[in-house]
């Protein structure tokens, strides 16, 4: 083990940056009391359980705050969040979320929500080297790919950042339902719903892209069998 190294003098930023953090804490005993003020037993009921009917996978983006812009409250959104919204097939961390959301919380509808303006889309569509996020950006630059031809048919620069942002979105939701969690439940139970939709940073609305529901017909070579009933 190496020797602990000698405390360093906070220096000016580290200052400020405590502060910032500790003003979070206040606004949370602010809001925590505000809550209780309100409804006595707020937090009594909300610890009990959890059936939210929402999964949301949404981009890591400061604004795009689920809750805030679905005018949600604690309990009703279940989310995942990552770099550009994106559905990879061999992240542990979005299937757990995913399977725990659809089999034993038994969401009834799974949103994917891309958003105008998003810098990891914005990135993919560079060829600047990102370090260990270019793996993460290769996802969006395959769906950059397969839509070459409509992209560059769209003015160059916010257009065009834009439509990918909407394309993407669309392709994570094909990626869901090609994944056995949501076959399987389309299968046991005829739901989740599944949705992609676009956020506009521009006026603070959601637009519905496209959806998804159990009577979707995956493509045979991501349809996968089903167990035979009992
Ligand atoms: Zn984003």
């Not at 929500?113 to 270019?134: F, P």
């Not at 669309?170 to 989740?192: C, D, F, M």
């Amino acid at each position: 083990m190496s020797q602990p190294t000698q405390p360093t003098q906070p220096t000016q930023r580290h200052r400020a940056d405590i502060c910032d953090s500790d003003l979070l804490l206040l606004q949370n005993k602010a809001w925590a009391q505000a809550m209780v003020g309100r409804d006595a037993r707020y937090f009594a009921r909300l610890s009990d359980t959890q059936s939210p009917k929402f999964l949301w996978i949404g981009c890591a983006d400061s604004r795009v705050a689920a809750d805030t812009i679905t005018g949600t409250q604690p309990g009703q959104l279940f989310v995942h969040r990552n770099i550009a919204n994106v559905v990879v097939h061999t992240d542990l961390n979005l299937l757990s979320v995913l399977a725990y959301a659809v089999e034993v919380l038994e969401v009834e509808h799974v949103i994917v929500c891309g958003h105008h303006g998003c810098g990891g889309v914005k990135a993919a569509m560079t060829q600047r080297d990102y370090g260990l996020l270019n793996k993460w950006l290769l996802n969006i630059k395959e769906v950059y790919a397969h839509h070459i031809e409509e992209l560059e048919a769209v003015p160059a620069g916010k257009p065009r950042e834009d439509r990918l942002c909407e394309l993407n979105a669309v392709s994570q939701l094909q990626n869901l339902a090609k994944t056995l969690i949501i076959q399987k439940a389309w299968n046991e139970r005829g739901g989740p719903f599944l949705h992609a939709w676009v956020y506009d940073l521009g006026d603070g609305v959601l637009h519905q892209l496209d959806s998804l529901g159990p009577d979707h017909q995956v493509a045979s070579p991501f349809r996968l069998d089903m167990p035979e009933e009992g």
